[in-house]
């Protein structure tokens, strides 16, 4: 794995400036000889000049623009013909969303993404990013995955995230990385891009979360797919994470801890700023 950058810049200190020399009389006898005309002018300019200075509160991510995209919603299951209304995603018809998956427990996918995705939102705005999120609650119905994939290309965002919770068999475990593939449409200008963010992403999560790659889908927790409208639309580099099996009780008592979440958003955060900074 690439190491990550350091996520808060270092900040030089203070220019100091000192003059000096040798000399007869006063200055053999202790005394410092006076200051020359161009030594105190170059003095002075070190003193006046704040802008050699980074600023102490610098931000790795100044001027950058995530869109991150929450999977599913809270309320998708009232309204099943919403939900279920054919959408064109370019390579087939597609429902215009899902109600997700849950626990055994029930805790649903759709809280889960929404939760992980507020404290991504929190981590990248402090280090200077721009975020919107394609859904602000969790408990209304959509947007449908066309409009997921527009919110992302209106705000020209710089990296896009889809964030979800696999339901798989209970006893498939580990995480995956979905990148689009070409398909003569729209995101084929962004397949390289998307998959760059994509392995930077893995690596971060693997790291920060402790765990492993999926062994059920994908090799080395890539998949590359032309079916999902989300990625098929999208014009900006885009990927979405399945962070790992739902229905997998280890991985599920993980998912339903917010500590473990908290470590989940710093982990897609440091993979997003890695991918942004290189």
């Not at 990296?159 to 084929?188: E, L």
């Not at 900006?236 to 500590?259: H, L, S, T, W, Y």
Request: charged share 20%; net charge positive; with cysteine.
């Amino acid at each position: 794995m690439r190491a990550l950058p350091a996520s808060v810049l270092a900040v030089c200190g203070l220019i100091a400036s000192a003059c000096g020399g040798t000399g007869t009389g006063d200055a053999a006898a202790g005394q410092a000889a006076p200051a020359t005309a161009t030594e105190q002018a170059s003095a002075t300019s070190a003193q006046q000049s704040p802008a050699k200075q980074s600023p102490p509160d610098a931000k790795p991510l100044e001027g950058k623009v995530v869109v991150i995209d929450p999977g599913h919603n809270g309320g998708n299951y009232r309204n099943p013909a919403a939900v279920n209304r054919q959408v064109n995603v370019l390579t087939k018809w597609k429902p215009c969303d899902t109600t997700g998956t849950q626990t055994n427990s029930g805790y649903s996918e759709a809280a889960f993404s929404f939760d992980v995705s507020k404290r991504l939102v929190k981590i990248l705005e402090a280090r200077g990013a721009t975020v919107k999120l394609t859904r602000t609650n969790n408990n209304g119905v959509g947007p449908c995955i066309t409009q997921r994939a527009a919110i992302g290309n209106k705000a020209h965002a710089d990296a896009a995230i889809s964030i979800h919770g696999d339901g798989s068999a209970p006893a498939n475990h580990g995480f995956h990385i979905i990148m689009p593939k070409k398909i003569k449409g729209p995101v084929d200008k962004v397949v390289g891009a998307s998959s760059r963010l994509g392995i930077d992403v893995r690596d971060a999560f693997a790291k920060g979360t402790g765990l492993p790659y999926s062994n059920y889908v994908g090799r080395d927790a890539l998949d590359y797919r032309n079916d999902l409208g989300g990625l098929n639309l999208s014009t900006v580099p885009k990927i979405f994470i399945e962070c790992g099996n739902m229905r997998n009780a280890a991985e599920a008592a993980k998912f339903q801890d917010p500590a473990f979440r908290q470590r989940i958003a710093l982990a897609l955060a440091n993979g997003l700023q890695h991918y942004l900074e290189t």
